[in-house]
């Protein structure tokens, strides 16, 4: 099973600045078979990464995902209001697809 | 617009089955691989169980992780267009919120998620 550790646990920033999100695989994700999700209080999750850098529909342009092998990335250019919430990733190079722990990204 | 609809969740005793619905709107629910997600109070994602569709996919093989293998059952029903979680032997660490999701490798669009409560 591949582990996913997320960092940092908690991330502190305001609006308009730069967030950078970890995602470390315990072993190497081929082909870039990695996600990346938000879930805001209440709500299930969004798709907003595939295929490691891909976006999916619908999702503002300054949310952008990249890596390879074991490390992964999301970066959001300039925060906004409502991206403030916790961000998952998820493998599914190998079964059992899992998820990392979260990272929380709340307003300071 | 793809739309997911979660049901049949509740509170059911230790050993207890429970059988969840995900009604979906917008899509011909056979044709994609769907899959079931769930997420413990205050807990993290866990993915429990997916079928695949007729488009890409071998039109119905199953998977499930070894926590759940057994002892879940996903199935679909074409005519209503809904898909199914059959939980039997049920345990406290099911105690969860089950989401229903479009895909196989990631979860392109979620339903609301229904709360499973496994007490005495």
């Known amino acids: 099973e591949i582990v996913l550790t997320q960092s940092p646990g908690t991330l502190s920033l305001s609006p308009g600045e730069r967030a950078t999100l970890s995602c470390r695989a315990s072993q190497s994700v081929t082909s870039t078979s990695l996600a990346w999700y938000q879930q805001k209080p209440g709500q299930a999750p969004r798709l907003l990464v595939y295929g490691a850098s891909s976006r999916a529909t619908g999702i503002p342009g300054r949310f952008s995902g990249s890596g390879s092998g074991t490390d992964f990335t999301l970066t959001i250019s300039r925060l906004e209001p409502e991206d403030f919430a916790v961000y998952y990733c998820q493998q599914y190079a190998i079964s059992p697809k899992t998820f990392g722990q979260g990272t929380k990204l709340e307003l300071k | 617009e793809v739309q997911l609809l979660e049901s049949g969740g509740g509170l059911v005793q230790p050993g207890g089955s429970l059988r969840l619905s995900c009604a979906a709107s917008g899509f011909t629910l056979k044709n994609y691989a769907m899959t079931w997600v769930r997420q413990a109070p205050g807990k993290g994602l866990e993915w429990v169980s997916t079928i695949s569709g007729t488009i890409g996919g071998s039109g119905g093989a199953t998977y499930y992780p070894d926590s759940v293998k057994g002892r879940f059952t996903i199935s679909r029903d074409t005519s209503e267009n809904t898909l199914y979680l059959q939980m039997s032997s049920l345990r406290a660490e099911d105690t969860a919120v089950y989401y229903c999701?479009?895909?196989?490798?990631?979860?392109?669009?979620w339903g609301h998620g229904t709360l499973v409560t496994v007490s005495s």
């Open positions: 999701a479009k895909g196989n490798n990631f979860a392109e669009a």
